[in-house]
């Protein structure tokens, strides 16, 4: 019975595949992932070992990515993104999934037009570990998915490589509609980045320009309108035994009122060394620094705080986590993927000491230990003491490596509260504690 079955899926799936013929589409491939993500901690919220805040839970997130070749020089794809299930909230029926699961990817890529490379449509953008700038799967706790609709464009030479992008995060209006009595409005981001591969030996150089707006109402006294430029270095020497980046990043724009408009004056770097040894096996030491400006009067017209794109979205356009509890908890008040700490807040500093072990006759293992330091650059908003220390965060990773697509990884984490996120002079300021253990397994090519 059991092979009756088996042979039954095998044709099943050979049919499907077989009838992609009947559409017009070519050599159509799969790809895809399954992650678990379970974690469980305490003191998140009332930083009290003597009181009752515990809690636990797993969470999945499934991708399915359908590729094919549309016509002649027009590749295509579509991806489904299943996230939110957690462990112990019941079976679903099929009408309740079909309200969970979601396209994310739904895009047709023309390889070459006069050398330029076009992604049109529904798409992730970025790159992971960017600090300011990547929509797409997020490594949180929650294991979030975000996409945005817009073109790309790409072209490059043995000189630069020139990429471009033109979005759309959101649209309030229909075909015919205008902005006349908007209560929210549309949101466009754009980028533009020049990558020089031959300006420094073993390395890059980057230049950047990223500007978006909220338009509200037919208005432009209401419209937000940020931009950033950024410009940075990266590479290896000694035959990448040590490794490298910088990058500085500048606010421009304003958030446009009916009475004062609010200027965006913010700034922030972001440093980097690494060196990669031989013993026993491989090790990596690494240093990083990030600095991101805060604003200590919130009653003028100038938001000094650095601001990246959540300032017009509302949701996270970073994919650079500060630890497993300041950047991966989804339940915790602060922290959280990037820098941006708010409307003229108080900015954020992060210091970070890393060393990673895989042995030589253990490959398949690996043990990485991170010390993270947070402050905020300003400790009064407005005359009043809001205190500038955060904390700082000790986290152990132990990971196993079955295969190129089988991984898994669990470890244990703790942050000292200070008075920053405790309140000056609060009693409660006792160790957040968190253990987690995560899987993922893919298939294809996924991205």
């Not at 974690?39 to 997130?61: C, F, I, V």
């Not at 591969?197 to 309108?225: C, E, F, H, Q, R």
């Not at 697509?405 to 244990?412: D, H, I, L, Q, T």
């Amino acid at each position: 019975m059991r092979k009756h079955a088996t042979m039954a899926v095998i044709l099943m799936f050979a049919a499907a595949a077989s009838s992609w013929a009947l559409v017009g589409l070519e050599d159509v491939k799969f790809d895809g992932s399954l992650e678990i993500n379970g974690n469980s901690a305490k003191n998140e919220t009332d930083y009290n070992d003597s009181g009752n805040d515990r809690r636990g839970g797993a969470n999945t997130r499934v991708r399915l990515g359908v590729n094919a070749t549309v016509t002649e020089g027009v590749l295509g794809r579509v991806e489904f993104t299943r996230t939110g299930r957690q462990y112990g909230t019941g079976a679903t029926t099929i009408a309740g999934e079909e309200n969970l699961i979601q396209v994310q990817n739904a895009y047709i890529e023309l390889a070459d037009i006069f050398g330029v490379k076009a992604k049109i449509g529904r798409q992730y953008v970025g790159n992971a570990n960017d600090l300011v700038w990547y929509i797409g799967p997020l490594n949180d706790d929650s294991l979030t998915v975000n996409a945005i609709d817009g073109l790309a464009l790409s072209a490059g030479s043995k000189y630069v490589d020139v990429s471009l992008f033109m979005g759309k995060a959101s649209e309030d209006d229909g075909l015919t509609n205008t902005d006349v009595d908007d209560a929210a409005g549309d949101v466009n981001l754009n980028s533009l980045d020049l990558v020089l591969p031959t300006l420094v030996p073993g390395g890059k150089v980057t230049l950047g320009y990223m500007w978006g707006v909220d338009k509200n109402t037919n208005a432009s006294s209401d419209n937000n309108n940020l931009k950033i430029y950024r410009v940075g270095v990266s590479g290896g020497a000694m035959d990448n035994m040590v490794n490298y980046h910088a990058e500085y990043l500048m606010n421009d724009g304003a958030l446009n009122g009916a009475l004062n408009d609010t200027d965006y004056e913010g700034s922030a770097i972001d440093l980097g060394v690494g060196v990669n040894l031989k013993a026993a096996g491989d090790l990596a030491l690494g240093i990083n620094y990030v600095l991101a400006s805060g604003d200590d009067n919130t009653t003028d017209t100038k938001d000094e705080s650095f601001r990246d794109f959540s300032a017009l979205t509302g949701s996270a356009v970073s994919d650079r986590f500060f630890g497993e509890i300041f950047g991966r908890d989804n339940s915790i008040a602060f922290g959280g993927p990037g820098v941006d700490t708010g409307a003229q807040g108080q900015g954020l500093e992060v210091i970070n000491l890393s060393a990673a072990f895989t042995p030589e006759k253990w490959s398949k293992f690996s043990a990485k230990l991170d010390y993270y330091l947070f402050n905020q650059p300003e400790d009064s908003v407005n005359g009043a003491n809001v205190g500038d220390k955060i904390g700082d965060e000790i986290d152990l990773t132990l990971g196993y490596k079955h295969t190129d697509n089988v991984k898994m990884e669990a470890g244990y984490a703790m942050l000292s509260p200070d008075d920053a996120i405790t309140g000056v002079g609060a009693a409660n300021d006792d160790t957040i504690q968190k253990w987690f253990a995560r899987a993922i397994v893919k298939w294809g090519a996924a991205e």
